[in-house]
Structure formats: structure tokens, C-alpha cells
């Protein structure tokens, strides 16, 4: 079949090409980056090199396409961030519709199941929503929770303050979702293309409270004494600033999530999937990954 993947080389969509490419598929790569073509060649397959602002651009890409794999890309730049993700949905179901693409799998994220919902679920339900709306397209929604890619932002102040943390308690729960987990359960939908209508699964590695995180990542870095410190929403902000993040990135990716698990309201829905979500990773087993980039870090 053919099959269009949008994100580049990023850490889903690489392992995700590369996947279905070993399982005789043919896999086009969309990415904005020139410098990347010869990359996404070298994993046989064929670069699209352009913007997905582009609408014309996107239905040239996914004219011949079976099945297409969406995700929307951060955008740091965005001067409103819930609009940028909405505009790109909208151009996503707009050239899906033209296109006369059959079967989606979209990356959302758990909490796109409330349309006011904290940090960017409002535009992630908004976007499942557009895409639900296309009465002959079959759409799969991924629906992981934090990634464990996350915790490398942390690296820098463990490795100097040793402590880790953010805006809620040790005691607070999170489920979390390895990357190649997301991956692996969009190559087994595209790869047989067996969902039908309109669905979500969500994919959950693992479920840790902070201090249980940092015991597993100080036990994997030679810091059995690492802590997870809840700081407040202020302190959390003023970090990420002096970090480098604009205080809408800061607020929308993190404050407004972490007030929200404070809250406990953002697992809902996924309790009530729990037992049917996908996720094979433990932390115990990204912790390897965490400890081979702790010690690269200067």
C-alpha cells in the first residue's frame, strides 16, 4: 500500500517508516527540511519536502496515499499556539476530503476528549473532531500520555541540582508513553488497516507517581538519592523562561498540564480504556535510554 507519514524523522515517525517500510509498503515522508530527503531515502523511502501551512501541498502528497499517519508539528514560533494546531487540522481533513484518503491514523493525546481541556487538548479535540467529520474516511486516533522522551528536558538539573521535578507533588500519577510504543501501534493499524469508522486507543507504556520517576531514573544514573520536588506554578514558570521558552510554550505545554493532573481530571476517559490500551515499554526499560544520555551530557 501506499502510505504517507507526516513528522519527519521524528522519534515516532522514523521508527514508524521504518517499519512499515520493512513490511513491503510504500512510504512517502513529508517534512519540511530539505537536508532531510537524503535521510528518508536512505530508509527507502520517498521524501515530500514542503510545508504542511501548504494545503495544495498536502493534497499532492496525499493524492495516491491508502492511508495517511498525521501528527501536527510543535511549532515555537507560533504566536497563538491553539490556532496553529487548529489551522493544521483544517488543512489536514480539508486534503484527506480532496484527496479521497480512506484510512487515518492520527496522533492526539490523552485529555482530547474535553473541548475546553488544558494545555493543547482543546485543539486536539477540535482536530478529532474535524477529522470525525469526514463521512468516508476511516480514523483512528492515538491518544498517548507523557512522553518519556520528556524527561531529557530534566537532564541538565539532575545532573547539577540533583533533584527532579515540576508543577505537582511526588505523589501525583502520570501515565506516560514511549515513543516507539506510539510507533508500533500505528504501524499495526496501517499495516492491515482492519479500524473502521470512528476510533481511539489509547497507548500507555506505564503509570508512575513522581517519586516512583525518580527512583527508577536516579537508581538507572547512579542517584538512588534523586527527589522529585513539586514546585509551584510561579517558580515551574520563571524556570522555563530563563530556559529559553516563551511563556506560551511554558503555560500551554506544561503549567496547564500539570494543574491539571494536580486536579486529577485529565485521565477521565482513559480510565474507562485503561484495559484495552497499548504500551510495552516500562520506564524501568526507557530508564537504559535515560542513563546512556545522562552520562553523554556535559
Same mark, same amino acid.
Given at each position: 500500500?501506499?502510505?504517507?507519514?507526516?513528522?519527519?524523522?521524528?522519534?515516532?515517525?522514523?521508527?514508524?517508516?521504518?517499519?512499515?517500510?520493512?513490511?513491503?509498503?510504500?512510504?512517502?515522508?513529508?517534512?519540511?527540511?530539505?537536508?532531510?530527503?537524503?535521510?528518508?531515502?536512505?530508509?527507502?523511502?520517498?521524501?515530500?519536502?514542503?510545508?504542511?501551512?501548504?494545503?495544495?501541498?498536502?493534497?499532492?502528497?496525499?493524492?495516491?496515499?491508502?492511508?495517511?499517519?498525521?501528527? +501536527?508539528?510543535? =511549532?515555537?514560533?507560533? *504566536? !497563538?499556539?491553539?490556532?496553529?494546531?487548529?489551522?493544521?487540522? #483544517?488543512?489536514?481533513? %480539508? @486534503?484527506?476530503?480532496?484527496?479521497?484518503?480512506?484510512?487515518?491514523?492520527?496522533?492526539?493525546?490523552?485529555?482530547?476528549?474535553?473541548?475546553?481541556?488544558?494545555?493543547?487538548?482543546?485543539?486536539?479535540?477540535?482536530?478529532?473532531?474535524?477529522?470525525?467529520?469526514?463521512?468516508?474516511?476511516?480514523?483512528?486516533?492515538?491518544?498517548?500520555?507523557?512522553?518519556?522522551?520528556?524527561?531529557?528536558?530534566?537532564?541538565?538539573?539532575?545532573?547539577?541540582?540533583? +533533584?527532579?521535578? =515540576?508543577?505537582?507533588? *511526588? !505523589?501525583?500519577?502520570?501515565?506516560?508513553?514511549?515513543?516507539? #510504543?506510539?510507533?508500533? %501501534? @500505528?504501524?499495526?493499524?496501517?499495516?492491515?488497516?482492519?479500524?473502521?469508522?470512528?476510533?481511539?486507543?489509547?497507548?500507555?507504556?506505564?503509570?508512575?507517581?513522581?517519586?516512583?520517576?525518580?527512583?527508577?531514573?536516579?537508581?538507572?544514573?547512579?542517584?538512588?538519592?534523586?527527589?522529585?520536588?513539586?514546585?509551584?506554578?510561579?517558580?515551574?514558570?520563571?524556570?522555563?523562561?530563563?530556559?529559553?521558552?516563551?511563556?506560551?510554550?511554558?503555560?500551554?505545554?506544561?503549567?496547564?498540564?500539570?494543574?491539571?493532573?494536580?486536579?486529577?481530571?485529565?485521565?477521565?476517559?482513559?480510565?474507562?480504556?485503561?484495559?484495552? @490500551?497499548?504500551?510495552?515499554?516500562?520506564?524501568?526499560?526507557?530508564?537504559?535510554?535515560?542513563?546512556?544520555?545522562?552520562?553523554?551530557?556535559?
Amino acid at each position: 500500500m501506499n502510505i504517507t507519514i507526516t513528522g519527519s524523522l521524528g522519534n515516532i515517525s522514523q521508527p514508524l517508516a521504518t517499519q512499515l517500510i520493512a513490511k513491503g509498503h510504500q512510504v512517502t515522508v513529508i517534512s519540511h527540511n530539505p537536508e532531510r530527503a537524503a535521510a528518508i531515502t536512505q530508509l527507502n523511502a520517498i521524501p515530500a519536502i514542503g510545508s504542511i501551512e501548504d494545503g495544495d501541498f498536502l493534497l499532492r502528497t496525499f493524492k495516491n496515499a491508502d492511508a495517511v499517519y498525521l501528527m +501536527i508539528p510543535p =511549532n515555537f514560533q507560533a *504566536a !497563538d499556539i491553539h490556532a496553529y494546531m487548529k489551522s493544521a487540522g #483544517d488543512r489536514y481533513t %480539508a @486534503a484527506i476530503a480532496q484527496a479521497g484518503v480512506k484510512h487515518v491514523v492520527n496522533l492526539s493525546a490523552i485529555g482530547a476528549h474535553l473541548p475546553d481541556g488544558p494545555g493543547p487538548n482543546s485543539a486536539n479535540y477540535y482536530v478529532e473532531q474535524q477529522l470525525n467529520a469526514l463521512p468516508d474516511t476511516h480514523v483512528l486516533h492515538l491518544r498517548p500520555g507523557m512522553f518519556y522522551t520528556n524527561f531529557y528536558g530534566s537532564l541538565s538539573m539532575i545532573k547539577h541540582q540533583h +533533584i527532579i521535578g =515540576n508543577n505537582f507533588d *511526588a !505523589d501525583t500519577s502520570m501515565v506516560l508513553s514511549h515513543p516507539h #510504543d506510539i510507533a508500533a %501501534a @500505528a504501524a499495526e493499524a496501517l499495516d492491515a488497516l482492519s479500524f473502521t469508522g470512528k476510533t481511539v486507543r489509547y497507548i500507555a507504556s506505564d503509570e508512575k507517581n513522581g517519586a516512583e520517576i525518580a527512583g527508577i531514573l536516579g537508581e538507572a544514573i547512579g542517584q538512588p538519592e534523586l527527589k522529585w520536588i513539586g514546585f509551584s506554578d510561579e517558580d515551574m514558570l520563571q524556570g522555563m523562561l530563563q530556559n529559553g521558552f516563551t511563556e506560551q510554550m511554558a503555560r500551554v505545554y506544561v503549567i496547564e498540564i500539570g494543574v491539571a493532573l494536580r486536579e486529577g481530571t485529565l485521565f477521565d476517559d482513559y480510565r474507562k480504556h485503561a484495559a484495552t @490500551a497499548f504500551g510495552e515499554r516500562r520506564l524501568v526499560d526507557f530508564a537504559k535510554e535515560f542513563a546512556f544520555a545522562y552520562n553523554a551530557a556535559n
